[in-house]
């Protein structure tokens, strides 16, 4: 796995490349500042590892442990800590240091990236808006406009399969999605501008890692 960096959705937009004559949709990313606030090596923990911080809060909002954990990286800033902590794992970790920030420069235009997050919420949904079933007929007479249908048989196995598409919660699950390009980089207000769409609404919670998928 590569080390990645934390950040915030802001929204979306478009971009245009003069160039090619076409816009580009792009979404709208506050990528860190991020501050290393762990460096595990396999000696001391078994594998390697960089933890990194994000989103700065005041001190009086964190527990003791997650204070005491801070203070050992110098991550806490007078009255002032972290909210996210995210682990990546690294082959190499001796190019870090603790106390060292991670900004959107981190990357490069053009670069491919994995971006994770949670999906928006959309409460309680029925069969069609959550899978895409096909409705019944809509004649009149008809019972079956919305119904599930069959959902297994009866005797045997006298039970219903766990996982079979049914009601229920839909959104707000961790999303990833692939190979994202990194249109352009913005170090001075620290800014990523991702081709396409990412998970959530703004306002939500994004990690943001080199891809490590080959081919497709």
């Known amino acids: 796995m590569s080390v990645g960096i934390l950040g915030t959705k802001l929204g979306m937009t478009q971009i245009f490349d003069m160039e090619e004559g076409i ?3 792009v ?3 506050q990528a860190g500042p991020c501050t290393v606030t762990q460096i595990k090596t396999p ?5 390697s590892a960089i933890q990194l911080g994000y989103d700065a809060v005041p001190k009086k909002r964190l527990n003791r442990p997650e204070v005491g954990h801070l203070e050992k990286s110098g991550a806490v800033a007078g009255e002032t800590g972290l909210r996210h902590l995210r682990e990546y794992r690294s082959d190499t970790v001796s190019s870090y240091e603790l106390g060292q920030e991670l900004k959107a420069d981190f990357f490069t235009e053009g670069q491919l990236v994995d971006v ?27 019972k079956n406009h919305r119904l599930p249908g069959s959902t297994g048989a009866g ?13 229920g919660r839909k959104g707000n699950a961790q999303i990833t999605i692939r190979k994202l390009q990194v249109v ?7 800014l990523l501008l991702i081709k396409g769409s990412v998970p959530g609404k703004p ?4 990690s943001i890692a080199p891809t490590n998928k080959v081919g497709g």
Do not use: C
């Open 27 to 29: 979404t709208v990313v």
């Open 116 to 142: 994770v997050g949670k999906s928006i919420g959309r409460g309680f949904a029925g069969y069609q808006k959550r899978h895409n079933f096909r409705r019944g007929p809509m004649s009149h007479g008809s």
């Open 23 to 25: 816009a580009i949709p």
């Open 184 to 190: 352009r980089v913005d170090a001075d207000r620290n």
């Open 43 to 47: 000696e001391t923990d078994g594998y």
């Open 155 to 167: 005797t045997t196995p006298g039970r219903i399969y766990p996982g079979k598409k049914m009601a």
């Open 203 to 206: 306002g939500t919670l994004l």
